[in-house]
């Protein structure tokens, strides 16, 4: 499978998904760290296709508004 090559294997997943009450600058840089370990990552676009409609959270780089806009 390819989630076992994932870089972000073992991360703590806080870091691709919004706190509730999340905003701003925090939202930003949290967004800046899941894509830099996303960066990384051997498997980048598998969890891309694989994160295509997913509502919220970082998959394979790119974040829910991005994936929101790519729909549109």
Do not use: L
């Not at 990384?40 to 959270?57: D, F, K, S, T």
Request: with cysteine; hydrophobic share 35%.
């Amino acid at each position: 499978m390819w989630q076992e090559r994932a870089a972000c294997r073992g991360e703590d997943p806080d870091v691709f998904f919004a706190g509730d009450n999340e905003r701003g600058q925090d939202r930003r840089s949290r967004f800046v760290a899941a894509k830099a370990i996303c960066a990384r990552c051997p498997v980048i676009v598998q969890c891309r296709i694989a994160g295509r409609q997913e509502r919220y959270g970082v998959w394979g780089g790119v974040d829910e508004f991005e994936r929101e806009a790519q729909r549109r």
